[in-house]
C-alpha cells in the first residue's frame, strides 16, 4: 500500500511539477479557488488519508470523465453546425469559466447549455447560455428549460416563456416584449448576483472550485495504471 500510495503521489505531482500546473489550470477556472483556498487546504489533507485514497482516485476519475464526456457532446454540437471546432471550443471553454466565477453554476453545467444553444442552431449560443442562467434564477426553471427559452427569445418567440410571465403575455409589440424580457433577465442577474454574498453561495463556489482542481488531477493521471478498479 505504500508503495501505491507513494506512486500516486507522484503522478498526482506532489513531487514534480504537475502538482503546480494542476492547480494553476484550477485556479484560472474560478476566481472562488482564491477565496476558499485554505478550505481546499483542508480538504486535501482529509482526502489523502491511505484509508480514503482509492475513493478519492475514483472520484477524480470520475470528474475528469464527465468533463471529457461534456466536451466532446459540445465539440460535436459545434462539427454539426459547420463551425471550427477547436477555436470555438476554447472561446466556449473561457465562457464557461467565466459564468462559473459569477454565478453558483458550475462550467460543466454551462458547457452544457453551450451544447444545447448549438443542438438548437441559436445564432448566439454565449449569449443564450448567459440569458438561461439569469432566466433559470428569475422564474425558478432548470438550465436546460431555460436555455430552450432564451434561444426563443432570439427569435422574438416567448411562447414558453410567457407562460410563467403575465407582463410577456400582454405585450403587443416586439419592443414590448424585449423590455419586459429586459427586465427579466435584469433580476434575474441581481438574484445571481445576490446569491454570491450569502454563505450557501460562496461554499457552492467553493466546491466548484475543489472540483475543479480534482478534475484536473484525474485529468493528469487518467492515463495511469498506478490503480486498478
Same mark, same amino acid.
Given at each position: 500500500?505504500?508503495?501505491?500510495?507513494?506512486?500516486?503521489?507522484?503522478?498526482?505531482?506532489?513531487? %514534480?511539477?504537475?502538482?503546480?500546473?494542476?492547480?494553476?489550470?484550477?485556479?484560472?477556472?474560478?476566481?472562488?479557488?482564491?477565496?476558499?483556498?485554505?478550505?481546499?487546504?483542508?480538504?486535501?489533507?482529509?482526502?489523502?488519508?491511505? #484509508?480514503?485514497?482509492?475513493?478519492?482516485?475514483?472520484?477524480?476519475?470520475?470528474?475528469?470523465?464527465?468533463?471529457?464526456?461534456?466536451?466532446?457532446?459540445?465539440?460535436?454540437?459545434?462539427?454539426?453546425?459547420?463551425?471550427?471546432?477547436?477555436?470555438?471550443?476554447?472561446?466556449?471553454?473561457?465562457?464557461?469559466?467565466?459564468?462559473?466565477?459569477? %454565478?453558483?453554476?458550475?462550467?460543466?453545467?454551462?458547457?452544457? #447549455?453551450?451544447?444545447?444553444?448549438?443542438?438548437?442552431?441559436?445564432?448566439?449560443?454565449?449569449?443564450?447560455?448567459?440569458?438561461?442562467?439569469?432566466?433559470?434564477?428569475?422564474?425558478?426553471?432548470?438550465?436546460?428549460?431555460?436555455?430552450?427559452?432564451?434561444?426563443?427569445?432570439?427569435?422574438?418567440?416567448?411562447?414558453?416563456? %410567457?407562460?410563467?410571465?403575465?407582463?410577456?403575455?400582454?405585450?403587443?409589440?416586439?419592443?414590448?416584449?424585449?423590455?419586459?424580457?429586459?427586465?427579466?433577465?435584469?433580476?434575474?442577474?441581481?438574484?445571481?448576483?445576490?446569491?454570491?454574498?450569502?454563505?450557501?453561495?460562496?461554499?457552492?463556489?467553493?466546491?466548484?472550485?475543489?472540483?475543479?482542481?480534482?478534475?484536473?488531477?484525474?485529468?493528469?493521471?487518467?492515463?495511469?495504471?498506478?490503480?486498478?478498479?
Amino acid at each position: 500500500m505504500k508503495g501505491i500510495l507513494a506512486d500516486l503521489l507522484i503522478k498526482l505531482g506532489l513531487d %514534480s511539477k504537475e502538482f503546480e500546473k494542476g492547480v494553476n489550470e484550477a485556479k484560472q477556472k474560478t476566481n472562488a479557488f482564491a477565496s476558499g483556498i485554505k478550505a481546499i487546504g483542508g480538504m486535501i489533507a482529509g482526502a489523502f488519508a491511505v #484509508s480514503a485514497i482509492t475513493n478519492f482516485a475514483k472520484q477524480i476519475f470520475a470528474l475528469a470523465n464527465e468533463s471529457i464526456k461534456v466536451e466532446n457532446e459540445l465539440s460535436a454540437a459545434i462539427k454539426a453546425n459547420g463551425k471550427e471546432v477547436k477555436t470555438t471550443l476554447a472561446a466556449y471553454k473561457a465562457f464557461a469559466n467565466e459564468m462559473q466565477s459569477k %454565478s453558483t453554476i458550475d462550467d460543466e453545467a454551462i458547457l452544457s #447549455s453551450l451544447r444545447l444553444a448549438e443542438t438548437l442552431q441559436s445564432d448566439a449560443p454565449m449569449e443564450a447560455a448567459k440569458n438561461a442562467i439569469a432566466l433559470s434564477k428569475a422564474i425558478g426553471v432548470d438550465l436546460n428549460t431555460a436555455v430552450k427559452m432564451a434561444v426563443m427569445a432570439q427569435s422574438d418567440m416567448f411562447t414558453m416563456l %410567457s407562460r410563467y410571465v403575465p407582463a410577456l403575455r400582454d405585450a403587443q409589440t416586439e419592443t414590448e416584449r424585449l423590455t419586459e424580457y429586459n427586465k427579466l433577465l435584469a433580476v434575474g442577474q441581481q438574484m445571481l448576483t445576490d446569491e454570491l454574498e450569502t454563505a450557501q453561495g460562496k461554499i457552492i463556489q467553493n466546491q466548484n472550485a475543489w472540483n475543479n482542481v480534482k478534475e484536473s488531477w484525474g485529468a493528469l493521471i487518467s492515463q495511469s495504471s498506478v490503480l486498478s478498479f
